[in-house]
């Protein structure tokens, strides 16, 4: 069992930037690959980011590729998620997800954590 939680959204003006973390419980948190999502009100949750298991492969979403950097930190069993540059459209409540594939498929997730809401006002 794995159990993640959420933390560093914020209100932050178009342009700016946040880091979110998710820490995670338990002792085999460097097995699992993770992934970020994330939900604005009336639409489907979607893909962000994912990392797999060593932090040596990345996969991005194009609508954040160059503005967002995922890393993870074994010893912490903390994930990270940069955003820089961020725009309106990038609010939304951003869960991250812990599983045995790094993919954009929400089904390969096994855990989630709550959430952490992100709005970027313009």
């Known amino acids: 069992q794995v159990q993640l939680v959420e933390s560093g959204g914020g209100l932050v003006q178009a342009g700016g930037s946040l880091r979110l973390s998710c820490v995670a419980s338990?002792?085999?948190?460097?097995?699992?690959?993770m992934g970020w999502f994330r939900q604005a009100p009336g639409k489907e949750r979607e893909f962000v980011v994912a990392?797999?298991?060593?932090?040596?492969?990345?996969y991005y979403a194009n609508s954040v590729k160059g503005r967002f950097t995922i890393a993870r930190d074994n010893a912490k069993n903390t994930v990270y998620l940069q955003m820089n540059s961020l725009k309106p459209e990038d609010t939304a409540a951003y869960y991250c997800?812990?599983?045995?594939?790094?993919?954009?498929?929400?089904?390969?997730?096994?855990?989630w954590g709550r959430g952490t809401q992100v709005t970027v006002s313009s």
């Open positions: 997800a812990a599983g045995t594939v790094a993919a954009g498929n929400s089904r390969l997730y096994n855990y």
């Open positions: 338990g002792r085999t948190f460097s097995s699992y690959a």
């Open positions: 990392i797999n298991w060593s932090g040596s492969s990345t």
